[in-house]
């Protein structure tokens, strides 16, 4: 699959890694592509580098792995080039505080993934990728038999079908938690973001946060 990815990070570049490796096509972007050429050198003949609008054209998916301070900078560039694509939203809605923390940035009952679909309305908004660092991420991807799971979401089945299976080309394990509206336990804070968990106990964990989020309502 033809893969674009905005934003050369950490996201960017540990999945660049992981799906060239499984033999995708990769395309990998920053507000400065000139940066990356050694580094795509580096990873690999199926993975290239350049501009936002490029990436974004180039891909059949595109991954949205920019900091979220910027977001909406991002979306402006890549709106004339995804229209009907699957555009799977990485980001998470948080802010770098002064003392080294962080904030979320959006109000407390709303979903992330729902108000990329706003601000995105051109594309097919999936989220994934979002509930573990890249450091866990590499430590336990990508091995003989992978256990760690990996939050996904988005309102259209077969959207989540192709995310679920990027999720285990990258070597995790995929737990679908269904629409937009029903991924509130894969934002931050929630028990299950950011702790390396299997697919049983994360299922387990979000069971308790929706009953406990619809006792509180
Ligand atoms: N790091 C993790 O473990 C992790 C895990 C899950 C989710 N996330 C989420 O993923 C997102 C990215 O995190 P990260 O840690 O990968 O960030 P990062 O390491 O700071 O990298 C951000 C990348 O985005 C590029 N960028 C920033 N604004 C851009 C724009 N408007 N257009 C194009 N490229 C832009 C930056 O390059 P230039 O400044 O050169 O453009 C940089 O390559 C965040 O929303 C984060 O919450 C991160």
């Given amino acids: ?55 974004a054209q180039f891909g059949e998916v595109i991954l949205l792995a920019v900091n979220y301070s910027t977001v909406g900078e991002a979306v402006n560039a890549i709106r004339p080039y995804v229209e009907g694509k699957l555009v799977i939203d990485a980001t998470n809605p948080l802010r770098q505080k002064e003392d080294g923390g962080t904030e979320r940035v959006i109000e407390d009952d709303q979903i992330a993934g729902m108000v990329m679909a706003d601000m995105l309305p051109e594309a097919r908004i999936a989220k994934g990728l979002t509930t573990l660092w890249t450091g866990y991420v590499e430590r336990h991807a990508n091995v003989a038999d992978p256990t760690i799971a990996m939050t996904l979401a988005g309102d259209d089945a077969k959207d989540r079908e192709t995310v679920a299976q990027l999720i285990r080309d990258a070597g995790l394990v995929p737990v679908d938690l269904g629409r937009l509206a029903q991924s509130r336990p894969l934002d931050p804070p929630s028990p299950i973001w950011n702790v390396v968990l299997t697919a049983e106990e994360l299922e387990a964990q979000v069971d308790e946060f929706r009953r406990k989020t619809a006792e509180e309502t």
């Fill in 1 to 55: 699959m033809r893969i674009g990815i905005i934003g050369a990070g950490a996201i960017g570049q540990t999945y660049a890694k992981l799906w060239s490796a499984a033999e995708h096509e990769v395309f990998l972007s920053s507000r400065n592509p000139e940066k990356l050429v050694s580094l795509v050198q580096d990873i690999g003949a199926n993975v290239q580098a350049g501009t936002t609008a490029q990436a």
